[in-house]
């Protein structure tokens, strides 16, 4: 693809009222650089979002976009791409959103290897409600709701996404600028779903999980002679708990998506004025 | 000779009982006689009584009755719980040679017909045709040619090949010979054909055929009684016309999936029952506030929580019409008859996409399990007209930007209905969101704004009131001083049930709504009538509720919430003390 749009046409004139220096800022200007340098424009864009602080990202954004309910932002662009196969389709949302309401259609979405980026703005806490865990919160983790912690492991959303059949499993940091961009413009061009699990620090709530702690313990896979086509080497990586790993874990680069595999290749936009051709061959069917 | 005839075949589960009956219903239809099946049935699989039931006539038949003159019953548990139904001189056709008739007796009065259906099956190439020998039987007993089950024959077993139809034509014929042979043959019974074509189909067909008629492109849906025909019925036959079917995961998948496709510029669908709706209600809201033109149809079974899942209830009236936290500008269609249900589910994605909202479209369980024939011009797929409304190209775009050309997707109009630009739209531009959002659609909390596009939402209502014909059918005496008023499926019942009514001298006019929301106004009706009674499917009388709330008026309520749809003599037997 080739277009002359540029990272700042996917910016809305919309100010974001995330607090200063959250993660997110970070994350969703990889996504639109993302966009922008994958060859893709505004119009024929799609992004979904869920609900949270990382939901917003749909308005800060200019593109066609829907704002969903909590949990709902996959079915959601899985509906958009089948229907319109012509248009790019970004989904973006929180750990809370993704991995706790939406866990079971996270699920999904990655078995039926929808061609889409999904973005999770990773902050392991709730932001948006005020700081309770999420399901990314360690077992330790002190919130309002879990005085103690929540005393159980978290979610390892790309141990679900390996196990589900996941395509394109990534993992990246928003304050990285350069590197992150370059995996989310990775995932765009994958053909098929695509994961980009993002670290983006929350600032106000999140006071472990935080830009210092991640700058210290983060293994940037580029330099740890990771081969992203090797599935157990990304098993070994992705089941690693003591490491934050980032970059592409694994990409199945002969995967079938969706519509190719469904034969849905064509926009379902058009409507004819009446019946379409052939439909009285259905009422015969009932004689 | 009797041409009116209830046939049964009961059994258990898995005894094929199903595709026996619509072997047979088939056969009738293509014989040019009228046709209304239902079916009795108990949520599960294997095990348990189960039986598929035909009237017929060469006049019109639109609901059961009481009453049932021919039954195959493969267990004698089949001839108990029909007991109600069987009466003098009706003939059961058994088996004796099988265990479970061992100490069977006939009823006194009845005609038993002990057949060796599982032997002569064999006879014919396996005992797995033993149905079919019990159809052939009833083919002699009823006088019916049984050429007719040939086609029926052919259609249900030709991809098996040639052999299994002619063992199956073979086996009938064994059944046909047998009663012949051993039996008085004069029976009361001749089931006369006629050259009429008709169709024979059920409620959720007629949605499916309904919405690819419509242009629908896009269904997802999660299994569900008696809902999941729909899905069934589109599969495999949406691809034809460029379509997709999805299963998804859940309902909140399905309806989420279904607003996508619709964002992306589709007609798109998705269909569930009573418990899928409750599940469905969040997004419910989110699609009207994004405007979003979207299909929803509810057949809905027996409530609440997961009720009674194989039975009939029309109880999610309140759910259709207030389901969803805050307020959410809707429509509820709620066809009457199968052929109804086409129409209607056309008429669905038209208001869907005029107005950019959502639309339920209800059937239920007696509709959904129920194929009743029609004339096929019934229909008529060419006079079904597409209007998807406002849609905008990059020709009329700029009429609806601001002053920075950003499109504005929920501009306030005279009439409250937007512009809508499909993705892919130059200059289309613009989010949606289930938070209030101003013309624009960015969130808004301005005080202003909030009233001005919930003013909006609301006035698409007022404008389809004001444009539309949300009107009702009318039957039997207009100036009669006895009103009868039903919604949904009970019209059939009702219509007949006039006749009954008829014979005894009771005079009745009867108005049949196939509107919920928004619904024709029966003020005039209601106050030139001595007598008002509502008729419905649920405990507490939903609709009755609605009709008094618009007229002002009380009205007497007849309801039925044990699970069994309404007959016709019984209705008429519920009516004539009401109004006596
Ligand atoms: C059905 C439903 N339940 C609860 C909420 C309240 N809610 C809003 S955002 C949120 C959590 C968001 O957390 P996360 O997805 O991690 O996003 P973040 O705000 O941290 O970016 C919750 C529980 C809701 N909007 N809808
Ligand atoms: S609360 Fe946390 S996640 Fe939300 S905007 Fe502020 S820093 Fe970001």
Same mark, same amino acid.
């Given at each position: 693809?080739?277009?002359n749009?540029r990272?700042?046409?996917?910016k809305s004139?919309?100010?974001?009222?995330?607090?200063p220096?959250?993660?997110?800022f970070?994350?969703?200007n990889g996504?639109?650089?993302g966009?922008a340098?994958?060859?893709?424009?505004?119009d024929?864009?799609f992004?979904?979002?869920g609900?949270g602080?990382s939901g917003?990202i749909?308005?800060?954004?200019?593109?066609?976009a829907?704002?969903?309910?909590?949990?709902?932002?996959?079915?959601?662009g899985?509906?958009?791409?089948i229907?319109?196969p012509?248009?790019?389709?970004?989904?973006a949302?929180?750990d809370?959103?993704?991995y706790?309401?939406?866990?079971?259609?996270?699920?999904?979405?990655v078995?039926?290897?929808?061609d889409?980026t999904?973005?999770?703005?990773?902050?392991?806490i709730?932001?948006?409600?005020?700081?309770?865990a999420?399901p990314?919160?360690?077992?330790d983790?002190?919130t309002?709701?879990?005085?103690?912690?929540?005393?159980?492991?978290?979610?390892n959303?790309?141990?679900?996404?390996?196990s589900?059949g996941g395509?394109?499993?990534?993992?990246?940091?928003s304050s990285?600028?350069k590197?992150h961009?370059?995996i989310?413009?990775k995932?765009i061009e994958?053909?098929?779903f695509?994961?980009?699990?993002?670290?983006s620090p929350?600032?106000?709530?999140?006071?472990?999980?935080?830009?210092?702690?991640?700058?210290?313990n983060?293994?940037?896979?580029?330099?740890?002679?990771?081969?992203?086509?090797?599935?157990?080497?990304a098993?070994?990586?992705i089941l690693?708990?003591?490491?934050?790993?980032?970059?592409?874990?694994?990409?199945?680069e002969?995967a079938t998506d969706?519509?190719?595999a469904?034969g849905?290749d064509?926009p379902?936009?058009?409507?004819?004025?009446?019946a379409?051709?052939?439909?009285?061959d259905?009422?015969?069917?009932?004689? | 000779?009797q041409d009116?005839?209830n046939?049964?075949?009961?059994?258990?589960?898995?005894d094929?009982?199903?595709?026996?009956?619509?072997i047979?219903?088939?056969?009738?239809?293509?014989a040019g006689?009228?046709?209304?099946?239902?079916k009795?049935?108990?949520? $599960?699989i294997r095990?348990? !009584?189960? *039986?598929?039931?035909i009237? &017929?006539a060469v @006049?019109?038949v639109?609901?059961?009755? /009481?009453?049932?003159?021919?039954?195959?019953?493969?267990?004698?548990?089949?001839?108990d719980e029909n007991m109600d139904?069987l009466?003098?001189?009706?003939?059961?056709?058994?088996?004796?040679e099988?265990?479970?008739?061992?100490?069977f007796?006939?009823p006194?009065?009845?005609v038993?017909?002990?057949?060796?259906?599982?032997?002569?099956a064999?006879d014919?190439?396996?005992?797995?045709?033993r149905n079919?020998?019990?159809?052939?039987?009833?083919?002699?007993?009823?006088d019916?040619?049984?050429?007719?089950l040939?086609e029926?024959?052919?259609k249900?077993?030709?991809?098996?090949?040639?052999?299994?139809v002619?063992?199956?034509k073979?086996a009938a $014929?064994?059944?046909?010979? !047998?009663? *012949?042979?051993?039996?008085? &043959?004069?029976? @009361?019974f001749?089931?006369?054909?006629t /050259?009429?074509d008709?169709?024979?189909l059920n409620?959720?067909?007629?949605i499916?055929?309904?919405?690819i008629?419509?242009?629908?492109?896009?269904y997802?849906?999660?299994?569900?009684?008696?809902a999941?025909?729909?899905?069934?019925y589109?599969?495999?036959?949406i691809?034809?016309?460029g379509?997709h079917v999805?299963?998804?995961e859940?309902e909140?998948a399905?309806?989420?999936l279904?607003?996508g496709?619709a964002?992306g510029?589709?007609?798109?669908?998705?269909?569930?029952?009573?418990?899928?709706?409750?599940?469905?209600?969040?997004t419910?809201g989110?699609v009207?506030?994004?405007?979003?033109?979207?299909?929803?149809?509810?057949i809905m079974r027996s409530g609440?929580?997961?009720?009674?899942p194989?039975?009939?209830?029309q109880g999610?009236?309140?759910m259709?019409?207030?389901?969803?936290?805050?307020e959410i500008?809707?429509?509820?269609?709620?066809p009457?008859?199968?052929?109804e249900?086409?129409?209607k589910?056309?008429e669905?994605?038209?208001?869907?996409?005029?107005y950019q909202?959502?639309?339920?479209?209800s059937?239920?369980?007696?509709?959904?399990?129920?194929?009743?024939?029609f004339k096929p011009?019934?229909f008529?797929?060419d006079a079904?007209?597409?209007?998807?409304?406002?849609?905008?190209?990059?020709s009329e775009?700029?009429?609806?930007?601001d002053?920075?050309?950003?499109?504005k997707?929920?501009a306030?109009?005279?009439?409250g209905?937007s512009?809508?630009?499909?993705p892919?739209?130059?200059?289309?531009?613009?989010?949606?969101t289930?938070?209030e959002?101003?013309?624009?659609?960015?969130?808004?909390?301005?005080?202003?704004?909030?009233?001005e596009q919930v003013?909006?939402?609301n006035?698409?209502?007022?404008?389809?009131?004001?444009r539309?014909?949300f009107?009702y059918?009318?039957?039997?005496n207009?100036d009669s001083?006895?009103?009868?008023?039903s919604?949904?499926?009970?019209?059939g019942?009702?219509?007949?049930?006039l006749?009954f009514?008829?014979e005894e001298d009771?005079?009745?006019?009867?108005?049949?709504v196939?509107y919920?929301?928004?619904?024709?106004?029966?003020t005039d009706?209601?106050?030139?009538?001595e007598?008002v009674v509502?008729?419905?499917c649920?405990?507490?009388?939903?609709f009755?509720?609605?009709i008094?709330?618009?007229t002002?008026?009380?009205?007497?309520r007849?309801?039925k919430?044990?699970?069994?749809?309404y007959?016709?003599?019984?209705?008429?037997?519920e009516?004539?003390?009401?109004?006596?």
């Amino acid at each position: 693809m080739s277009s002359n749009a540029r990272f700042i046409d996917f910016k809305s004139d919309k100010q974001p009222t995330w607090c200063p220096g959250c993660g997110d800022f970070g994350t969703m200007n990889g996504i639109m650089k993302g966009l922008a340098e994958t060859g893709n424009t505004p119009d024929e864009t799609f992004v979904v979002a869920g609900i949270g602080c990382s939901g917003k990202i749909g308005t800060y954004m200019r593109s066609y976009a829907l704002h969903g309910v909590h949990g709902r932002a996959l079915p959601v662009g899985t509906g958009v791409k089948i229907a319109r196969p012509d248009i790019e389709v970004v989904v973006a949302g929180g750990d809370g959103d993704g991995y706790s309401i939406g866990a079971g259609h996270f699920i999904h979405a990655v078995r039926r290897n929808i061609d889409l980026t999904y973005v999770v703005m990773d902050n392991r806490i709730y932001g948006l409600t005020k700081g309770q865990a999420s399901p990314t919160s360690r077992s330790d983790f002190e919130t309002s709701t879990t005085p103690d912690g929540p005393k159980q492991p978290p979610v390892n959303p790309l141990a679900l996404a390996l196990s589900a059949g996941g395509t394109f499993i990534a993992q990246s940091f928003s304050s990285n600028a350069k590197r992150h961009q370059e995996i989310v413009q990775k995932a765009i061009e994958h053909d098929g779903f695509s994961i980009v699990n993002t670290f983006s620090p929350c600032v106000t709530f999140n006071d472990v999980d935080t830009y210092d702690y991640f700058r210290d313990n983060i293994v940037d896979l580029d330099e740890a002679d990771h081969d992203p086509t090797d599935r157990e080497a990304a098993k070994d990586k992705i089941l690693d708990n003591d490491k934050e790993y980032i970059g592409v874990l694994w990409e199945d680069e002969d995967a079938t998506d969706y519509n190719t595999a469904h034969g849905v290749d064509e926009p379902m936009h058009e409507v004819p004025d009446g019946a379409p051709d052939g439909a009285t061959d259905l009422v015969r069917e009932f004689y | 000779m009797q041409d009116d005839l209830n046939w049964a075949i009961g059994g258990e589960a898995g005894d094929g009982i199903d595709s026996t009956g619509k072997i047979f219903a088939q056969a009738l239809s293509r014989a040019g006689r009228h046709v209304f099946t239902s079916k009795d049935f108990a949520s $599960r699989i294997r095990g348990g !009584y189960t *039986a598929y039931k035909i009237r &017929t006539a060469v @006049d019109r038949v639109q609901s059961v009755v /009481d009453r049932l003159d021919i039954l195959i019953a493969l267990t004698e548990r089949t001839v108990d719980e029909n007991m109600d139904e069987l009466h003098d001189g009706s003939v059961i056709i058994y088996d004796g040679e099988r265990t479970e008739f061992s100490d069977f007796e006939v009823p006194d009065g009845m005609v038993g017909l002990d057949v060796p259906l599982k032997s002569l099956a064999e006879d014919a190439g396996g005992a797995i045709m033993r149905n079919i020998v019990a159809l052939g039987a009833v083919c002699e007993v009823a006088d019916f040619p049984i050429e007719n089950l040939d086609e029926s024959l052919q259609k249900k077993f030709g991809g098996k090949g040639e052999k299994i139809v002619e063992n199956n034509k073979e086996a009938a $014929r064994l059944g046909e010979q !047998y009663v *012949a042979e051993n039996y008085e &043959t004069d029976f @009361d019974f001749e089931l006369e054909t006629t /050259d009429e074509d008709y169709v024979l189909l059920n409620a959720d067909e007629a949605i499916g055929m309904g919405a690819i008629a419509a242009g629908c492109k896009f269904y997802a849906g999660y299994p569900i009684t008696p809902a999941t025909d729909v899905m069934t019925y589109l599969t495999g036959r949406i691809e034809q016309f460029g379509g997709h079917v999805v299963q998804a995961e859940d309902e909140l998948a399905a309806i989420n999936l279904a607003l996508g496709a619709a964002r992306g510029g589709a007609r798109a669908m998705t269909a569930t029952s009573g418990p899928g709706i409750d599940l469905m209600a969040e997004t419910f809201g989110l699609v009207a506030t994004s405007e979003t033109p979207l299909v929803i149809a509810n057949i809905m079974r027996s409530g609440p929580s997961t009720g009674m899942p194989t039975k009939q209830e029309q109880g999610d009236l309140n759910m259709m019409l207030y389901g969803g936290h805050g307020e959410i500008p809707r429509f509820v269609l709620t066809p009457t008859t199968v052929s109804e249900c086409f129409h209607k589910t056309v008429e669905a994605f038209n208001l869907a996409e005029k107005y950019q909202m959502p639309v339920y479209i209800s059937a239920d369980l007696s509709m959904a399990v129920t194929e009743q024939t029609f004339k096929p011009d019934e229909f008529d797929m060419d006079a079904v007209e597409n209007d998807r409304g406002k849609v905008v190209d990059e020709s009329e775009i700029s009429k609806w930007q601001d002053e920075q050309d950003r499109f504005k997707a929920h501009a306030v109009t005279a009439d409250g209905v937007s512009p809508r630009a499909f993705p892919g739209t130059e200059g289309g531009v613009h989010m949606s969101t289930g938070l209030e959002h101003d013309e624009l659609g960015r969130r808004t909390e301005d005080v202003d704004e909030r009233v001005e596009q919930v003013d909006k939402r609301n006035q698409k209502v007022a404008t389809a009131e004001e444009r539309e014909d949300f009107d009702y059918r009318e039957f039997g005496n207009a100036d009669s001083d006895n009103l009868v008023i039903s919604w949904g499926s009970n019209e059939g019942a009702m219509v007949e049930a006039l006749d009954f009514l008829a014979e005894e001298d009771v005079d009745v006019r009867f108005i049949s709504v196939p509107y919920v929301f928004p619904r024709p106004d029966l003020t005039d009706e209601v106050e030139a009538a001595e007598n008002v009674v509502v008729v419905e499917c649920n405990s507490t009388g939903q609709f009755a509720d609605l009709i008094e709330h618009d007229t002002l008026t009380r009205v007497e309520r007849v309801n039925k919430y044990n699970g069994v749809r309404y007959k016709a003599d019984e209705l008429a037997a519920e009516i004539k003390e009401v109004v006596a």
